[in-house]
């Protein structure tokens, strides 16, 4: 039984609180009926007397004693307070993030028409020398979206390998996403090294985010590989490492990023006196990225390829990633209760000896 924020848990005490219209109309009864006399000499001037204030009041002692009986069943009711608690259960998705810093994700093929008018009337000297230019390129592009992603998991832990001539694990699986993105903002650093940007090792980066998967006991594991190119470095073939996943039930989702033609945005030197300027120049077919590969990677492993010629289509891509990765959430709603009884029972027991002095002090009564 609910009354306002209260729950009664013995709503059947309230039963006996019939009783205190039965009490009150028995005293009334009694009152009625006891007659008390008293000689007096002089009947007017008897008559002119005032009843004093403990005449007034001598109805007060039962009225504590009635009140003392409410509270005591109120008590007895057991009133709780009931507050709402949910406990939530999640079953989350480790996803590993394989992400190519070789030295073609600083192409500026990605452009709106905005930004390369903008890039274009800027120093292109200055933006070189002070590396400006890589928000622009394939890899800020895809660290704006990859942080979106990342902004959008809940109870998921998330890590990030890096390739490039070799494979490195940049930020284990972690739910610490404010570390996992400073690390992911800082990841062109790798991208102007030149022991790691000459070159691309697919196969390898997938190995390195296996190996952080494989101990993972959740239920889905995920590997998302971000590539512009083709595998020209790795110790283990990109295929060979799909078939690692496959063995560990890891699922692989291949994104590769680029134009596949046209003209890109560059930087050009004047060979005589050594001033940098904007150019353009054609991709080049060896540019381009293994689609057969990246296709056969995603379909042994149960995942989908997609292809990316701009950062509102890679925006997309990962949409639809996070879609496909939901993670499961059980919510279990239950109501805990707090004893309310006790000043209940408090103020009875005041209201009982507050009746018991009175009852022996100002309101005795004499035979």
């Not at 390739?163 to 690390?183: H, K, N, V, W």
């Not at 300027?277 to 995603?298: F, Q, Y």
Request: proline share 4%.
């Amino acid at each position: 039984m609910d009354i306002g924020a209260l729950h009664f848990q013995n709503p059947e005490a309230f039963w006996l609180l019939l009783f205190v219209p039965l009490l009150i109309a028995l005293y009334v009864y009694r009152q009625q009926r006891r007659k008390s006399t008293i000689k007096f000499p002089a009947l007017a001037l008897a008559k002119k007397a005032v009843p004093s204030r403990r005449v007034k009041f001598r109805h007060i002692v039962p009225a504590l004693r009635l009140a003392a009986l409410i509270c005591f069943v109120v008590a007895l009711a057991r009133p709780q307070n009931a507050m709402e608690v949910e406990y939530t259960s999640t079953d989350g998705v480790d996803i590993m993030l394989a992400l190519d810093v070789s030295g073609s994700m600083g192409t500026l093929d990605m452009l709106t028409r905005t930004e390369q008018a903008k890039l274009g009337v800027m120093n292109a000297e200055r933006i070189l020398k002070k590396g400006e230019y890589w928000k622009y390129s394939r890899l800020g592009y895809a660290q704006d979206v990859i942080a979106e992603f990342i902004g959008k998991r809940h109870s998921d832990r998330i890590g990030l390998s890096a390739f490039g001539a070799r494979s490195f694990t940049q930020c284990p699986l972690t739910m610490d996403y404010g570390s996992l993105l400073e690390i992911l903002k800082a990841s062109d650093d790798l991208a102007r090294d030149t022991l790691v940007n000459n070159r691309t090792a697919i196969g390898d980066g997938l190995m390195n985010a296996l190996a952080r998967l494989k101990m993972s006991d959740a239920k889905s594991r995920v590997v998302i590989l971000l590539t512009d190119g083709r595998d020209n470095a790795s110790v283990v073939p990109p295929l060979r490492a799909a078939e690692v996943a496959k063995s560990l039930g890891v699922k692989v989702y291949t994104v590769g990023v680029g134009k596949k033609s046209g003209k890109i945005l560059s930087f050009q030197q004047n060979p005589w006196t050594g001033e940098i300027s904007w150019g353009e120049r054609d991709i080049t077919p060896e540019e381009g990225i293994d689609e057969d590969v990246l296709k056969a990677i995603a379909s042994k492993t149960g995942g989908r390829f997609y292809r990316a010629e701009n950062k509102a289509e890679l925006e997309k891509i990962y949409s639809e990633i996070d879609e496909l990765e939901k993670t499961e959430i059980e919510t279990i709603a239950y109501a805990r209760y707090a004893e309310k009884f006790y000043p209940w029972l408090l103020v009875g027991a005041l209201l009982i000896l507050l009746e018991l002095v009175l009852a022996n002090t100002r309101f005795v009564r004499i035979p």
